[in-house]
């Protein structure tokens, strides 16, 4: 079993950076792949970034980000500590949304969320205009 604890989310006007992060409990943190999503309401959980696992402690995966995000937010982890990041910058008012982390064991298919099998319980990010 795995727990997922975001942080860093809050309000930030547009333009602005944030930096989420979520640390994981448990063992073996370098072979979950991790992904970013994002969720407004009545909306689907969005894909934003994915780091593949390495089953090394200090070498990370890969990365892949969403369209939307490439060139703004910029995801790393420290498996070390068993913690990802999002770095997010020049956040735009289309990036408001709750922000969770989630953990696929020796995961392949990142962008879709039913691969996951663990979630954080979120954290909100208002990018005010």
């Known amino acids: 079993q795995v727990q997922l604890v975001e942080s860093g989310g809050g309000l930030v006007q547009a333009g602005g950076s944030l930096r989420l992060s979520c640390v994981a409990s448990?063992?073996?943190?370098?072979?979950?792949?991790m992904g970013w999503f994002r969720q407004t309401p009545g909306k689907e959980r969005e894909f934003v970034v994915a780091?593949?696992?390495?089953?090394?402690?200090?070498?990370?995966?890969?990365?892949y980000y969403a369209d939307s995000v490439k060139g703004r937010f910029t995801a790393s982890r420290d498996n070390a500590k068993s913690t990802v990041y999002l770095e997010m910058n020049n956040l735009i008012p289309e990036d408001t949304a709750v922000y969770y982390c989630?953990?696929?064991?020796?995961?392949?298919?990142?962008?879709?969320?039913?691969?996951?099998?663990?979630w954080g319980q979120g954290t909100q990010v208002t990018v005010s205009s």
């Open positions: 448990g063992r073996t943190f370098s072979r979950y792949s």
């Open positions: 780091i593949t696992w390495s089953g090394s402690r200090t070498a990370g995966g890969r990365t």
């Open positions: 989630a953990a696929d064991w020796l995961g392949s298919d990142y962008l879709n969320p039913d691969e996951y099998d663990y």
